[in-house]
């Protein structure tokens, strides 16, 4: 946002920048989003031991994924109306205690369908974690220096999470099982209960957005739909026509019950702008491309290597670790390349990632390891180049009077694009005993990728906008 600065203004930031900021509410914050990051990426290299012992099938197996991020998805659109009308750090709370509960649901979890559910609960407390804490982090922070530097340390911590979790996870479920990931999260929720309440004052809104229960309740049914359709669709072609008109209809209706509300949650009004447009189809390449890719890349390490789970969990550094370390590489990238060119190159990084993937299986059998390790380099560097500087782009091309409007409806898309793309590679997935079988889901994810490059060159402008 714009905004005129008046005489005293310079002297106020000059003051600002003196001040000390403590750290400590923005680390009591961060640590609850730290959680529900390590978390999804902890459990994404336990998924096949999980997968193993419960007799889940390929569909059962993504489910354990969907579930969370299904969840997850709807409660946002609620999550922040009730913050904002209860309190945010009272909302903060109550979801981390639903964390911990749902948690462990999970390690107690005796088959598939307990597991996803106890998994749908932790989405559900997750959202709640997420949006209370971004917004109190910018009640904490009022000045615009200190409320950035407290999102640089959210940004670090939840790099951390994203990069090291699959890491951690494999080696907590290597040598103590599965089980033993979600209680982890017991001690960890403890903690912010108890240093939140310490360090963070509640807040919350004189005049706070009605709840749409409703518009979270048909989004969510438009995804289940969708997504069943896609799982079920290979055995069953007519329920997946079915399944998948049925949640074209629910999505219009969505569309249609957003447009009629005063204030809508989400507006999908704010993807007519061009570049907005291009944006969306962005945020579900990479969502498409890398996040959900990188759920798959688990069993096929260990069908294609024989891999332990810990073992996996290291080599599966090669696909994450740039996630924290490129970041600040692709700030300057846009500067110097500007908007479209930049995006071309990471998404072009994904795409050849994912045909090196395929020109891994085609080439031996097994594959070469050090040209999947390649494989698995080039999508987690277009994925790092690419995924932070999505929302600076959100930013900088939505029209002023949509900005808040457009980061809002990106988190939507962003999580409702992971989702469906989990379901929709697993239905490319025959079977997760061969390797060869993963030729083409890799071939889909390269495709999405090779979508999202070429709307980045028709659709974003050239040069970076001013913020």
Not at 175 to 180: K, T
Not at 205 to 223: F, H, K, N, Q, W
Not at 359 to 382: E, H, Q
Not at 454 to 465: D, E, H, I, Y
Request: with cysteine; glycine share 10%; net charge positive.
């Amino acid at each position: 946002m714009n905004v005129e600065m008046s005489p005293s203004q310079p002297q106020a930031r000059s003051m600002e920048t003196a001040q000390p900021i403590s750290m400590w509410p923005a680390l009591a914050l961060g640590l609850a989003g730290f959680l529900s990051n390590f978390d999804v990426t902890a459990v994404v290299v336990a998924l096949p031991a999980i997968s193993r012992e419960l007799e889940l099938g390929i569909a059962g197996y993504a489910w354990l994924m969907d579930a969370y991020s299904l969840a997850f998805t709807g409660s946002l659109l609620v999550a922040g109306a009730l913050s904002d009308r209860y309190g945010r750090r009272k909302a903060m709370l109550r979801g981390n205690l639903v964390f911990a509960a749902a948690s462990l649901m999970c390690a107690l979890a005796w088959d598939g369908l307990s597991l996803s559910l106890a998994r749908a609960a932790q989405g559900v407390g997750a959202a709640f974690v997420i949006t209370g804490g971004i917004a109190l982090i910018a009640t904490t922070y009022p000045q615009a220096v200190s409320r950035t530097r407290a999102f640089s340390w959210l940004g670090v911590m939840s790099g951390i999470a994203m990069a090291l979790g699959p890491t951690l996870g494999g080696i907590v479920a290597s040598w103590f099982g599965w089980r033993w990931i979600f209680l982890a999260n017991i001690p960890a929720c403890a903690l912010v209960a108890w240093s939140v309440p310490r360090v963070v004052n509640d807040a919350r809104e004189a005049l706070p957005r009605p709840v749409d229960v409703s518009g979270m309740a048909i989004l969510t049914g438009a995804l289940f739909m969708l997504i069943e359709s896609l799982l079920h669709g290979r055995s069953s072609p007519m329920a997946f026509w079915s399944g998948s008109g049925f949640a074209i209809l629910l999505l219009g209706a969505f569309v249609l019950q957003q447009r009629r509300r005063a204030q809508p949650i989400f507006d999908p009004a704010v993807f007519l702008n061009r570049a907005m447009a291009g944006i969306a189809l962005l945020l579900t390449s990479v969502s498409i491309g890398y996040w959900a890719l990188l759920v798959y890349l688990p069993p096929f390490l260990a069908t294609a290597f024989g891999l332990s789970v810990d073992a996996g969990g290291i080599v599966m550094l090669a696909a994450t670790l740039p996630m924290l370390l490129l970041p600040p590489v692709g700030g300057r990238s846009v500067t110097a390349l500007g908007w479209r060119r930049h995006f071309v190159l990471a998404l072009s990084l994904m795409t050849t990632g994912s045909a090196t993937f395929i020109a891994a299986l085609i080439s031996n059998d097994p594959p070469p390891s050090w040209l999947v390790v390649a494989a698995m380099f080039l999508s987690g560097t277009g994925a790092a180049l690419a995924h932070p500087q999505l929302s600076g782009a959100v930013v900088a091309l939505a029209p002023i009077e949509q900005a808040g409007m457009a980061s809002a409806a990106t988190v939507v898309v962003r999580q409702a694009s992971f989702a469906i793309g989990i379901a929709a590679l697993g239905a490319l997935l025959s079977t997760a005993d061969r390797a060869d079988a993963y030729m083409l889901l890799f071939a889909g994810a390269a495709m999405v990728c090779g979508l999202g490059t070429l709307s980045a060159v028709m659709l974003l402008p050239s040069k970076p906008l001013p913020l």
